[in-house]
Nanobody, 114 residues
Framework: QVQVVESGGGLVQPGGSLRLACEVP????????MAWYRQGPGKEREWVAG???????NYADFVKGRFTISRDYAKNTLYLQMNDLQREDTAVYYC????????WGQGTQVTVSS
């Protein structure tokens, strides 16, 4: 079964930074556009950022200018650099294809709190 593995979450103070990583099977990573999603407490899962190629990225308005998505083809790994984190960014973060057709991984918990 195809499986992604997210990592890099943790507890951070408001204004802090974290870098998330997601290991993706090569057969998927090299063929598909990828994305990050998140699900906050009591909320629906929502799309955060997507990457179509090395330079083709887009972001949800609520993270634009603060988060950066990137991918490393040598490592089959998707990244999400998160700066200026705010309390409302607290969520479990997941990666998937842009179409969201992979089984969802465990996600990685990001908690922003002072």
């Amino acid at each position: 079964q195809v499986q992604v593995v997210e990592s890099g979450g943790g507890l951070v103070q408001p204004g802090g930074s974290l870098r998330l990583a997601c290991e993706v099977p090569e057969s998927i990573f090299t063929q598909y556009s990828m994305a990050w999603y998140r699900q906050g407490p009591g909320k629906e899962r929502e799309w955060v950022a997507g990457i179509l190629s090395e330079t083709g990225t887009n972001y949800a308005d609520f993270v634009k200018g603060r988060f950066t998505i990137s991918r490393d083809y040598a490592k089959n790994t998707l990244y999400l650099q998160m700066n200026d984190l705010q309390r409302e960014d607290t969520a479990v973060y997941y990666c998937n294809t842009l179409a969201g057709f992979l089984p969802w991984g465990q996600g990685t918990q990001v908690t922003v709190s002072s």
